[in-house]
């Protein structure tokens, strides 16, 4: 089945250590977002692409980077993780090209990422 | 700004009650709106969505919601829960006026006791 998985499901980091999490999918959607969901709290979105081109929200710490090599995967990099970057990490897809092509959003299982 | 509003934030009901959760939002142009639920420990599943045509929209688990345009609602509804249904639960719309990005409501927290 056509979807969009997110490895690993469960991420475990050092303070301050680089880590990296991957998203893929087989939707050949041209969006690709990674949202950040603390706990109890509603996900938010940190940047997109839109085919290559990169859309960072204007409140997304620079310790958060992203890559997007290929249509099919994509990466978030965080520098140098916080205890305050403890949490659920969702990545998602979608057609663009407005509202005809729009048809919702599809939704990894995502990581779950733990500051030590 | 858009913005989505959820005004319960935690919901207790006992099993085979009526269940609505509240959401409203504040756009500009052609909407798309959604409602998503996390069990606990668990991912966003989509329950249901509405792009156009009728108002009322039949989900998954027997869940249904109603678009109301000059409210600006889209309220969640299920005539009778089960503790099945103990979850969070998201409001989300996404506007062609904001390049269809999805914004969240603040999340209803349902308990549903046996």
């Known amino acids: 089945d056509a979807m969009v998985i997110q490895n690993p499901r469960y991420q475990v980091t050092q303070f301050g250590k680089p880590v990296t999490l991957s998203c893929s999918q087989t939707l050949n959607h041209n969006v690709m977002y990674w949202y950040q969901q603390k706990s109890s709290q509603a996900p938010k979105l940190l940047f997109h692409?839109?085919?290559?081109?990169?859309?960072n929200e204007a409140d997304t710490p620079d310790n958060f980077q992203s890559r997007r090599p290929n249509t099919s995967f994509c990466f978030l990099d965080i520098r140098s993780p916080g205890l305050g970057d403890a949490a659920m990490y969702l990545c998602?897809?979608?057609?663009?090209?407005?509202?005809?092509?729009?048809?919702?959003?599809?939704f990894g299982s995502g990581t779950r990422l733990t500051v030590v | 700004a858009q913005s989505v509003s959820q005004h319960n934030h935690h919901v207790i009901l006992s099993e085979a009650a009526s269940l609505e959760l509240g959401c409203n939002y504040s756009?500009?142009?052609?909407?798309?709106l959604f409602w998503y639920v996390q069990y606990p420990g668990q991912h966003l599943q989509l329950l249901l969505k509405?792009?156009?045509?009728?108002?009322l929209v039949k989900g998954i688990k027997g869940f249904e919601a109603e678009f109301i345009k000059s409210k600006f609602s889209f309220n969640l509804r299920k005539p009778s829960v089960q503790w099945s249904d103990t979850a969070e639960y998201f409001c989300a719309v996404a506007s062609n006026n904001a390049g269809n990005m999805l914004t969240f409501g603040g999340g209803t927290r349902l308990m549903v006791k046996p």
């Open positions: 756009y500009g142009g052609t909407v798309n």
């Open positions: 509405y792009f156009s045509g009728d108002p």
């Open positions: 998602a897809t979608s057609r663009g090209g407005g509202t005809g092509g729009f048809e919702g959003y599809t």
């Open positions: 692409y839109y085919d290559k081109d990169f859309n």
